[in-house]
Every structure is written in C-alpha cells, then in structure tokens.
C-alpha cells in the first residue's frame, strides 16, 4: 500500500501497488460549501474534474466538466433550490 499524506490535509491510499514502477497521482479536489448551491473546488491549476449532484446519494448527475484555469474556481448549481437537500462530489477528469 501506498499512503500519500498530501499539504492541503487529504490522505490517499492505493492499495495493490505493485513495486518497481513509476506513478504518477495527483491530488484530488476538496469542495468547500458557499451557500445554497454554490461549491468552490480546490485543486492544482489545469486540473480537469467532472461535478456531479444527487439528492439521495444514490443516483448522481453530471453538473459539467471544470477545467481550473486561474487557480480558484468556484461552481454554482441553478437547481439547488429545488432540492431539501443536495450533495456534490469532484471525479477526476
């Protein structure tokens, strides 16, 4: 197992590593809640995610693909207001 403990506080471990390769992990996206249907994604410049929703943690849809191109991006929901309760999650592009 690999445990990579990165500077913005995420632990990430890859389990079934196999040894004498080369890899190459970027960190994951962090969402930071706004408000009512407004996230912020913290990520490395350039790196593209794809945002998704869902109501029920069940079924997730699509919000779009997000390239962070200044450093700071922030993404807004219209929908959110339609929902008692609405979650997010970034998947790496």
Not at 36 to 44: A, F, M, P, S, T
Not at 50 to 60: A, H, I, Q, R, Y
Not at 69 to 79: F, Y
């Amino acid at each position: 197992m690999v445990r990579i403990e990165w500077p913005s506080g995420t632990v990430q471990e890859l389990r079934n590593v196999a040894s004498k390769q080369v890899l190459t992990v970027t960190e994951p996206p962090r969402l930071h809640a706004l408000g009512e249907g407004r996230i912020r994604v913290q990520c490395w410049k350039g790196q593209t995610f794809e945002v998704e929703t869902s109501s029920d943690l069940t079924g997730w849809t699509s919000l779009g693909v997000f390239t962070n191109e200044t450093g700071v991006l922030e993404v807004i929901d219209p929908e959110a207001g339609r929902f008692t309760c609405r979650f997010y999650r970034a998947r790496g592009g």
